[in-house]
């Protein structure tokens, strides 16, 4: 059974920093793509950031955030930086077994997993 387990959110002023991480347990074979998705109240869920090899962001927060994993300890994580109300959210964690990023847009029907998220809030 594939576990993913979110931490690391928070509320935090606008400008400061959070990192969240993503424990993963109960792979038979690793991920070919994981990635972090984020949903506020009323809107869409939005594919932020992606690992498959390389890494992909959505242009709301390149420059701004870092997707990087550590395969040895099945950790996946987020580095928020300069962080903006706008940013408030649901995050979540997601794995995949397939190419995850076409046209520029992380698709979230390309992943078989998902964790229960972590609460990001960013107040002005």
């Known amino acids: 059974q594939v576990q993913l387990v979110e931490s690391g959110g928070g509320s935090v002023q606008a400008g400061e920093s959070l990192r969240l991480s993503c424990s993963a347990s109960g792979y038979t074979r690793a991920p070919y793509c994981m990635a972090w998705f984020r949903q506020a109240p009323g809107k869409e869920r939005e594919g932020v950031a992606a690992i498959a090899g390389s890494t992909h962001y959505a242009d709301s927060v390149k420059g701004r955030f870092t997707i990087s994993k550590d395969n040895a300890k099945n950790t996946l994580y987020l580095q928020m930086n300069s962080l903006k109300p706008e940013d408030t959210a649901m995050y979540y964690c997601?794995?995949?077994?397939?190419?995850?990023?076409?046209?520029?847009?992380?698709?979230?029907?390309?992943?078989?997993?998902w964790g229960q998220g972590t609460q990001v809030t960013v107040s002005s």
């Open positions: 997601a794995a995949g077994f397939r190419v995850c990023v076409a046209g520029g847009t992380i698709r979230s029907t390309d992943f078989s997993y």
